[in-house]
């Protein structure tokens, strides 16, 4: 039996039963067909309800599928449309609408343990478009995902992008880390006597970082044309020559314990080395792999 609201929701009460079904929310199978599987009625309960649905605009109280021994099944249903109510069967013999009269009859008088509840099967529609919008939902994020994940530039085109902001120069370190929230490409370049920190973007490609300072240095109160010091280069081609390669990314003259050394900076195939430099004797005095 059904029960419940107007007929103008009746479309919607199908496709309730419809997806109720699917759902296995409403026990369908367990409507009083069930009990005599033999003789099949005349009529589907899809068929019921669009057929009220043409006939009616007022509020179906109830439908009910009875059994007989010899004549088949039918849906019996009750409709109140303008202070009347009308009795519907639905047969082997066709439709037949009768009417009853005016009536204050409750549709709990006519409900059974065999019958399908409205209020019930509203909010079953209540759960299936609820599942329906975390299923939009969820096709949403899945959809912004692939957004970001083809959006994302790979990392040799931010190597790309970092030397055009550098002008040129040899990349000695880039990797994949997250600053302030955002994933970035995180690239090293050394151009000439320039070394540059540059941060890009990995979703829009913008520069979120440009940092740069002097690859070569000096020490506060010495003097690197001191006729007794070797040059930075002469210092940087001792380091590159003792690492098999590589480019410097610092190269500082300083005072170590009382001596001039240049303690140089250098990267090769992603190794880091530090080289200690006699800046008077260009000797090796320490050489570190990290």
């Known amino acids: 039996m059904i029960c419940g609201s107007g007929i103008k929701n009746a479309r919607y009460l199908m496709g309730i ?47 009910e599928l009875k059994q007989s021994e010899g004549s088949g099944s039918t849906y019996v249903a009750y409709v109140l449309e303008g202070g009347q109510r009308f009795q519907v069967t639905f047969g082997e013999s066709g439709i037949n609408i009768m009417p009853l009269g005016a009536t204050s009859v409750t549709t709990s008088n006519v ?46 085109r931010a190597r790309e992008i970092a030397l055009a902001e550098t002008g040129g120069g040899v990349v000695t370190k880039s990797e994949l880390n997250r600053e302030n929230g955002i994933m970035v490409y995180e690239i090293d370049i050394v151009n000439g006597d320039m070394a540059y920190e540059i941060n890009v973007g990995v979703n829009d490609s913008k520069i979120y970082k440009n940092k740069s300072r002097m690859v070569t240095s000096v020490s506060k109160g010495i003097n690197m044309n001191d006729a007794n010091v070797i040059s930075a280069e002469r210092a ?43 800046a008077t004797t260009g000797a090796i005095t320490e050489f570190e792999i990290d």
């Open 17 to 63: 039963l419809c997806g109720a079904v699917i759902l296995t929310a409403l026990p369908i199978s367990t409507v009083q067909a069930k009990a005599n599987q033999e003789v099949k009625p005349a009529y589907s309960l899809m068929q019921v309800v669009e057929t009220l649905s043409q006939e009616f605009s007022g509020e179906i109280q109830s439908i």
């Open 111 to 156: 409900l059974s343990n065999e019958s399908i509840n409205v209020e019930r099967a509203a909010t079953e529609k209540t759960i299936l478009d609820s599942g329906r919008d975390a299923l939009n939902q969820g096709r949403n994020i899945l959809s912004n995902v692939g957004n970001l994940l083809t959006s994302r530039i790979t990392e040799e």
């Open 236 to 278: 940087k081609e001792i380091a590159i020559q003792r690492a098999r390669g590589g480019v410097v990314e610092e190269c500082k003259l300083k005072t170590h314990r009382g001596v001039l050394v240049y303690e140089i900076e250098l990267i090769n195939n992603g190794v880091e080395y530090e080289v200690r430099i006699d």
